[in-house]
Each structure stands twice: as C-alpha cells, then as structure tokens.
Nanobody, 121 residues
Framework: QVQLVESGGGLVQAGGSLRLSCAASGSILRVNIMGWYRQVPGKQRELVASISGGSTNYADSVKGRFTISRDNAKNTVTLQMNSLKPEDTGVYYC????????????????WGQGTQVTVSS
C-alpha cells in the first residue's frame, strides 16, 4: 500500500502565499508523476500543476504564481502558491503515479486526503 500525506493549506488573504507539501510512503519502487489537483463544490477536480522528471506542467490560471517542485529521494512534492486569488479557493489533492511491488509489479495512481485552501478577498 501507498499513502500520500498532505500538509499546509489554510486561510489567507488575497495576495498572500501558502505552501502545500505531500509525502508518499509505502511499498514504493519509484514515483513517476506527482501533482496537485483542486476541487470546488459542483465542479470536477482539475489539474493545478504536475511534475515528472524535470518537466513541469501548470494550469493557465496559476502560471507565474505557483511553483511545483519535488524531492525524489524523499518522494515529496511541494506547491508554492504566491499572489493567491479568491478563485484559488478549493480543496487541494496530492496525486502520484507510483510503481509498486507487492505480489506483482504494477503502476497505480494514488490520492491524498485533500487539504482546504481558502483565499479571502
């Protein structure tokens, strides 16, 4: 089994910053893609940012404000969020594509429990 544990999040005023962190642990051979998704009530979960190897991908709405990074040795991913806007509000979920070996080798997708980010105007 693999667990993703998130930390960070909270309430911040518009223009402020927050930092989200996520650590993957368990029967991990390798973590491939790691990313952050956001969900607001009534809408589908959407990709905010992802990182794979040395490549990063950002939603257009966060480009230039958010930065995703990872520590491969620790299987952690961090999302630095600056210049936050009220529309950034939502539950942020960590996601990881992981190669695992339990009874057999396989690639599986895992989610964290989610952390609330609220940006007040």
């Amino acid at each position: 089994q693999v667990q993703l544990v998130e930390s960070g999040g909270g309430l911040v005023q518009a223009g402020g910053s927050l930092r989200l962190s996520c650590a993957a642990s368990g029967s991990i051979l390798r973590v491939n893609i790691m990313g952050w998704y956001r969900q607001v009530p009534g809408k589908q979960r959407e990709l905010v940012a992802s990182i794979s190897g040395g490549s990063t991908n950002y939603a257009d709405s966060v480009k230039g404000r958010f930065t995703i990074s990872r520590d491969n040795a620790k299987n952690t991913v961090t999302l630095q969020m600056n210049s936050l806007k009220p529309e950034d509000t939502g539950v942020y979920y960590c996601n990881a594509e992981v190669e695992v070996l339990v009874t057999a080798w396989r690639i599986a997708n895992y989610w964290g429990q989610g952390t609330q980010v609220t940006v007040s105007s």
